[in-house]
């Protein structure tokens, strides 16, 4: 019997593949392959997540009215140009299935998130990208993948897994000499961590412009990886437009009180973006000292370069039950990227490096 075919382009893409972080072998982890909050959660918030265990019964408000007025407070938007996702991801999902079908280009950087790509492609639309200089977005390269059949830009501002970002006066350049019928689509997932006076997570240009959308997450900087929950500045068009694709109990009702709990421990966030920092500073330098070349990183991790031996050495790596990121998938196969984890973390990683290499 003749199996049901599915449309084209999902045959064509590669499942996504996260960061391991499991044995059976080893007693204790060190998990740096993902990107997560060395430091967990704000208590706050999971004290908010055991309180919703009585209400799991409940269906959650379809509006997410409460969260987004509390992160309307916190960053000064308007509540209704905000929309919340099952993390960010979702909403990539949603903006792509929204805005990009059969015939249609979504264009990206060469060393973006694998998801735009893989949405693109789900939704029969080509992905197109557009070659980065020394592991940095080149605006124009990004403008020159624009055809009349783009539909959408999606680019990580700072970029996984290269840590590189884009300054203001770049992402205004590029919005201003971009077609008015192509979707900007900022992804500032890692915005918390940057201290770069010249950057700005695209908020300014929601305003200024209704074609730009931003996006953020509460995986990285709250350490809410785990409940999946994220959400969007948008104008009101595509607001509105987001809204009707969404399902309508999208973000369940425990993400949506820990979220609000997360927003209001400012403490906790100050905490997580000061280690991550400081222990960036020292991974970098104790990586050179390696003789490994480290790529400038404003996020939570490093790209690290170690050659033909690459794999080699994440292997390695995992056999001490410390996990790193491959990055074949992303075409830098002689790259891996290393979350900056908690002092005794980094260290342990070092420490393995220098046996092996």
């Not at 499942?15 to 967990?40: D, I």
């Not at 379809?62 to 916190?74: K, P």
């Not at 893989?118 to 605006?139: F, L, T, Y």
Request: proline share 6%; charged share 25%.
């Amino acid at each position: 019997m003749a199996l049901p075919l599915p449309k084209s382009g999902i045959l064509e893409i590669r499942p996504y593949v996260g960061g391991e972080g499991r044995s059976a072998n080893v007693a204790r982890l060190v998990r740096l392959a993902s990107n997560e909050n060395p430091l967990g959660c704000s208590p706050k918030a999971r004290e908010a997540y055991l309180k919703m265990a009585s209400e799991l019964q409940r269906y959650p408000d379809g509006t997410v009215a409460d969260l987004r007025a509390a992160l309307a407070h916190e960053y000064k938007m308007d509540a209704e140009r905000i929309v919340c996702g099952a993390g960010s991801d979702e909403l990539i999902s949603l903006i792509v299935r929204a805005y990009a079908g059969a015939g249609d280009e979504v264009a990206y950087s060469e060393h973006g998130f694998l998801m735009y790509p893989i949405n693109a492609k789900a939704v029969g639309a080509k992905p197109v990208a557009a070659p980065e200089i020394d592991m940095r977005a080149d605006i124009n390269a990004l403008l020159k993948a624009v055809t009349p059949k783009t539909k959408i830009m999606l680019l990580a501002n700072p970029n996984n897994p290269t840590g590189s970002y884009l300054t203001k006066t770049e992402m205004r350049e590029l919005r201003e000499k971009l077609p008015e019928q192509v979707l900007l689509v900022i992804d500032a997932a890692y915005a918390e961590f940057v201290e770069a006076k010249d950057y700005e997570d695209g908020r300014a240009l929601v305003d200024a412009y209704p074609n730009v959308v931003t996006l953020r997450t509460f995986s990285k900087i709250h350490g809410l990886a785990g409940l999946r929950l994220g959400w969007g500045y948008f104008s009101p068009e595509v607001a509105g437009i987001i809204n009707r694709v969404r399902g309508p109990f999208n973000v369940s009702a425990p993400a949506q009180a820990v979220g609000i709990a997360a927003l209001a421990d400012r403490e906790f966030m100050q905490k997580s973006a000061a280690l991550v920092r400081e222990g960036r500073v020292w991974l970098a330098g104790k990586l050179q000292e390696l003789g490994l070349k480290v790529y400038p990183s404003v996020g939570n991790f490093l790209l690290v370069e170690f050659g033909p031996s690459a794999e080699n050495i994440r292997l390695a790596l995992k056999d001490k039950g410390i996990f790193i990121r491959q990055l074949g998938a992303y075409n830098l196969p002689q790259c891996l990227r290393i979350t900056v984890g908690t002092a005794e973390d980094n260290e342990a990683v070092v420490s393995e490096l220098k046996k092996i290499l």
